[in-house]
């Protein structure tokens, strides 16, 4: 069974193919390159890399978000249309916990952090089996660092936002938090493959309906629902 | 006997999810447009985010039914062509990543088309074009005055400098309270008019084929703000006949002396905008007169669509230009020669 994997989720581009169990190839950058321009090229590669063609694939995994509206929208719309134009599954795996499987080893709990700005952030908190003691949001700084000190375990953090976020982290959490080695910062296409096999493979009408888990309502709508409530009272 | 080309076409430039399947570029398999006015109603207008939102959405079940009702498969397809630009650049980005994914996983060649060579190209689905011709494009996001020697020659003779048509009647209607969107209702007031309100006419420096609509748009915003500090009544259907009759003298008038300086053989109007029932009588009237070949298309095809890129990537298609992997969105992308 072949299965490609696709994250776009944020800057970063990872594209995989995993055959029975054995990653064949796995592209992966951290380069500011559009993944509208990046993305097609990297899928078509791996293929060509691998001598494989486009209709031996027999299912699809992809990051469905959290994460840069643009790029998620990137990644599930390559993902969706190669998945119902070749009649095969379509497994959508959060782009958190794709970067939270990095930490396979550690025994803590482990934090993946992407920046959302004015000191918010998507995360979740993931325990070592790959449980979310807290689901995947999009979460004000200080309300999971508070979260987080209420608990006993040491907190693994990575993702390449973490940087921008470690002084406030370290300042609540002290030396519990762990911050992960650079190459584990970065998703890993194979990592979600891994996450998305354990998962039951969707019937293929469910393509059509795949979306993808922004976890935020627009501005406009923010906007919108907030007048009423004004025009209301 | 040559084989017939068949053509995909995807858009997806702004707050339409569209798919259609072109037969030579000039007859329509099947044409299938999923639009959100509905959900953009509430805002007064397109809100970029929910538009992308939507297009991921909809666009592999639009994909679908676009093949079903022609009863095609992808293998009976020669080659994907998708609105490469102008329009809202994450909009773009859906069609053109859904094109890139079907065209690879099917080994089909990918045309990038200029969506107003797509507008332009509507025509061909109604009749063939005689050259040299001139195209009226008006809509939302344009108002442009092309000539064309040949096909898939391209000279910009006109363009606004601020506002377009389609947006300035937007505007209008907004400050007359109408609803989204506002061109029909402005159309369907000013007919119901005897009187119209004075409103200047912007014609710019001499000889100018550009445009400017954001005066006007001041003047009525004004008169309705006087009018008010007044106390005065305003009426509403004349202040409509008012603002269309100056946007379809001036649109209406540099087409014409444009049509005569370049000596065309047809004009065609396009767009979206080209639907209004007061610019079209205009056009019709002043063509007819001069015994100019004048055409619109029908209304499905004026509005944004996925058959007229397919009809315009078709042409392109046979002049040899296809497009990478690594296409992008081009939101500002302008009009170029298919040499
Ligand atoms: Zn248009």
Redesign the pocket.
């Given at each position: 069974m072949i299965w490609l994997g696709i994250d776009t989720s944020n800057v970063p581009l990872s594209i995989a193919l995993v055959q029975d169990n054995q990653l064949l190839v796995e592209w992966s950058s951290a380069l500011n390159v559009t993944h509208s321009v990046g993305a097609m090229p990297a899928v078509e590669e791996v293929l060509k890399q691998a001598n494989i063609k486009p209709n031996e694939i027999d299912a699809i995994a992809v990051a469905e978000g959290p994460g840069s509206y643009t790029g998620v929208r990137i990644g599930v719309t390559i993902a969706k249309t190669l998945a119902w134009t070749l009649k095969i599954p379509l497994v959508g795996v959060s782009s958190l916990q794709a970067l939270a499987g990095n930490g396979v080893f550690f025994k803590g709990l482990i934090c993946p952090i992407m920046d959302a700005r004015r000191l918010n952030v998507f995360t979740g908190i993931y325990t070592n089996d790959f449980n979310a003691l807290l689901p995947d949001g999009h979460y004000s700084l200080e309300s999971v660092l508070e979260i987080l000190a209420a608990k006993d375990e040491d907190i693994l953090f990575i993702g390449k936002d973490v940087s921008i976020h470690w002084e406030a982290i370290q300042q609540v959490l002290g030396k519990r938090a762990i911050r992960a080695p650079f190459h584990l910062d970065l998703p890993k296409a194979s990592v979600l493959i891994e996450q998305a096999m354990k998962k039951p493979l969707p019937s293929i009408d469910e393509t059509h309906h795949f979306v993808p888990e922004y976890k935020r309502i627009t501005e406009a709508e923010t906007n919108w629902h907030s007048e009423q409530k004004k025009a209301e009272s | 006997m040559i084989k017939d080309q068949i053509v995909l076409g995807i858009e997806t430039?702004?707050d339409e999810t569209a798919a259609s399947i072109v037969r030579n570029g000039n007859e329509i398999i099947s044409n299938v447009v999923s639009s959100q006015i509905e959900s953009h109603k509430r805002f007064g207008g397109v809100v970029p985010e929910i538009a992308s939102r939507h297009h991921v959405e909809e666009v592999t079940m639009v994909l679908e039914e676009a093949l079903k009702q022609a009863n095609m498969k992808p293998n009976d397809l020669d080659a994907v062509a998708v609105t490469e630009g102008p329009g809202l650049v994450g909009a773009l980005l859906i069609g053109i990543n859904a094109a890139k994914a079907f065209a690879f996983a099917n080994q089909l060649p990918l045309v990038g088309v200029h969506?107003i060579a797509g507008?332009i190209y509507a025509n061909q689905l109604v009749e063939p074009m005689e050259f040299p011709l001139l195209a009226l494009v008006v809509?939302g996001?344009?108002t442009e005055i092309v000539l064309m020697q040949n096909h898939g020659s391209f000279e910009l003779i006109g363009e606004t400098r601020d506002d377009a048509a389609g947006e300035a009647y937007d505007k209008v209607a907004r400050v007359l309270k109408l609803p989204y969107p506002g061109g029909p209702h402005i159309d369907r007031l000013a007919h119901e008019s005897e009187e119209a309100i004075a409103f200047p006419r912007i014609w710019l420096e001499p000889g100018s084929y550009d445009f400017s609509f954001s005066g006007l748009k001041s003047s009525v915003i004004n008169y309705m703000h006087n009018a008010e500090q007044r106390g005065e009544e305003i009426n509403p259907q004349a202040v409509a006949a008012g603002f269309q009759s100056s946007v379809v003298e001036v649109l209406t008038s540099k087409t014409l002396r444009a049509a005569k300086e370049y000596k065309v053989k047809q004009v065609i109007a396009a767009?979206?905008v080209a639907a209004n029932r007061g610019l079209r009588k205009s056009l019709e009237d002043t063509f007819i007169k001069e015994g100019i070949k004048f055409t619109v298309p029908p209304l499905f095809l004026c509005t944004?669509n996925a058959a007229m890129i397919a009809a315009a990537g078709s042409v392109m298609f046979e002049k040899g230009h296809t497009s990478s992997m690594a296409m992008n969105g081009k939101p500002g992308m302008t009009l170029f020669d298919w040499k």
């Open positions: - | 430039s702004c969506h507008h809509s996001g344009h767009g979206g944004d």
